[in-house]
């Protein structure tokens, strides 16, 4: 059975930093791509960060580049996500996805593995 657990999410005030975890069982994600995605209160989930399996490519939404930070450790099966600079735009529930269906885009939520999604509240 495969699993992504995220974690790391919590309280922070603006401007400051936290790192999320997504820890991978179940099998590798060998070749895929692992991507970030968060949802607010009353919006639709969007995507934040994809990472290749070599982590040679990285993409990032617009919103974060430049503060957020993807990477994966393939030997622990676990990638992660720092976040720098945060702020209350920021607010939502993180969620880590793997599995990208074949001839989607890393930007789209066609994974076929998600998360539980992690907390992350930004106050001003």
């Known amino acids: 059975q495969v699993q992504l657990v995220e974690s790391g999410g919590g309280l922070v005030q603006a401007g400051g930093s936290l790192r999320l975890s997504c820890a991978a069982s179940g099998r590798t994600f060998s070749g895929d791509v692992m991507a970030w995605f968060r949802q607010a209160p009353g919006k639709e989930r969007e995507f934040v960060a994809a990472?290749?399996?070599?982590?040679?490519?990285?993409y990032y939404a617009d919103s974060v580049k430049g503060r957020f930070t993807i990477s994966r450790d393939n030997a622990k099966n676990t990638m992660y996500l720092q976040m720098n600079s945060l702020n209350p735009e920021d607010t939502a529930v993180y969620y880590c996805?793997?599995?990208?269906?074949?001839?989607?885009?890393?930007?789209?939520?066609?994974?076929?593995?998600w998360g539980q999604g992690t907390q992350v509240t930004v106050s001003s």
């Open positions: 996805a793997a599995g990208l269906k074949s001839g989607s885009d890393y930007y789209t939520a066609l994974y076929n593995y």
């Open positions: 990472i290749t399996w070599s982590g040679g490519r990285r």
